[in-house]
């Protein structure tokens, strides 16, 4: 089993920045990890992941240069940072685990988060 447990989220002006944590436990060794998010009335969107050593990210067209993902292995966590933030990034944003970095199905992924709130103003 892998918990995982989000935060970071935040209300921010457009053009502005945060930075989401997942703190990861239980059983992490060999997962990836991966963020989506979830508008309301909207399907659960590939943000990026990255690799269980860290030495690998994937990110989807629509996300490269905007956001970045990052993991401190000591502290087992894993980070995204936002840039730019439009409102258009408004969401619940989730960390996964899965087997595979590379995916952008959210059924490639077994472990979930709660989710954390990103609300974005124009």
């Known amino acids: 089993q892998v918990q995982l447990v989000e935060s970071g989220g935040g209300l921010v002006q457009a053009g502005g920045s945060l930075r989401l944590s997942c703190a990861a436990s239980g059983r992490t060794l060999g997962y990836a990890m991966g963020w989506f998010r979830q508008a309301p009335g909207k399907e659960r969107e590939f943000v990026a992941a990255?690799?269980?050593?860290?030495?690998?990210?994937y990110y989807p067209d629509s996300m490269k240069g905007r956001f970045t993902v990052s993991k401190d292995n000591a502290k087992n966590t894993v980070y995204l940072q936002m840039n730019s933030l439009k409102p258009e990034d408004t969401a619940v944003y989730y960390c996964a685990a899965g087997r595979d970095y590379s995916s952008h199905s959210p059924l490639s992924y077994l472990y979930w988060g709660q989710g954390t709130q990103v609300t974005v103003s124009s």
């Open positions: 990255i690799s269980w050593s860290g030495g690998s990210t």
